[in-house]
């Protein structure tokens, strides 16, 4: 049963989520072509390995347009019960996946279904990086982009830093 919170926060981190995976994916015309041919095909994004003390995120279907872009299906489309390609991200170490993220890379992610449409997302998740320091810079402008930049990559060190003592700390029986 969702909650109103839920019932809120959800469609709009997937939108944000959309646009986000809309704005790298423009940002490489060859993978939006690839995924043209792709159009109307259906991926469903689950997590595994979820250990934060938060209810993981639930799965999530998005469409590929015409355009080779994401879509949300809306609430009432008729899906099938089957996705095309079902991508399983590994969220069993969060802080090196949040690492990875912020470097442009992408985390482990297991992909299953249809094969030609998964050697297309595979290629697009092998070759399609995020350039975080270049749209910061588009935001902020250059220096103060520069800077931004560097002060996320210092707060993602010090979290690794802090969970890695963490874990060091915790006696194993």
Not at 77 to 106: H, I, K, N, T
């Amino acid at each position: 049963m969702a909650s109103p919170l839920s019932d809120l926060v959800l469609p709009a981190a997937t939108a944000r989520f959309v646009l986000l995976a809309n704005h790298v994916l423009t940002a490489a015309p060859a993978a939006t072509a690839r995924l043209q041919a792709h159009r109307g095909r259906l991926l469903r994004i689950e997590v595994a390995g979820w250990r934060v003390p938060l209810p993981p995120p639930p799965p999530l279907t998005l469409r590929i347009t015409p355009a080779g872009l994401l879509e949300a299906p809306e609430p009432g489309d008729m899906l099938p019960d089957a996705p095309d390609l079902r991508l399983e991200v590994d969220a069993s170490q969060p802080v090196e996946a949040a690492r990875r993220l912020a470097s442009g890379e992408v985390p482990p992610v297991r992909v299953e279904g249809d094969a030609g449409l998964a050697a297309e997302i595979t290629w697009v998740l092998a070759n399609v990086r995020w350039d975080i320091p270049a749209d910061l810079e588009r935001v902020f402008g250059g220096p103060l982009g520069e800077t931004v930049a560097r002060a996320g990559e210092q707060l993602l060190g010090a979290a690794k830093a802090l969970v890695q003592g963490v874990a060091g700390s915790i006696k194993k029986p």
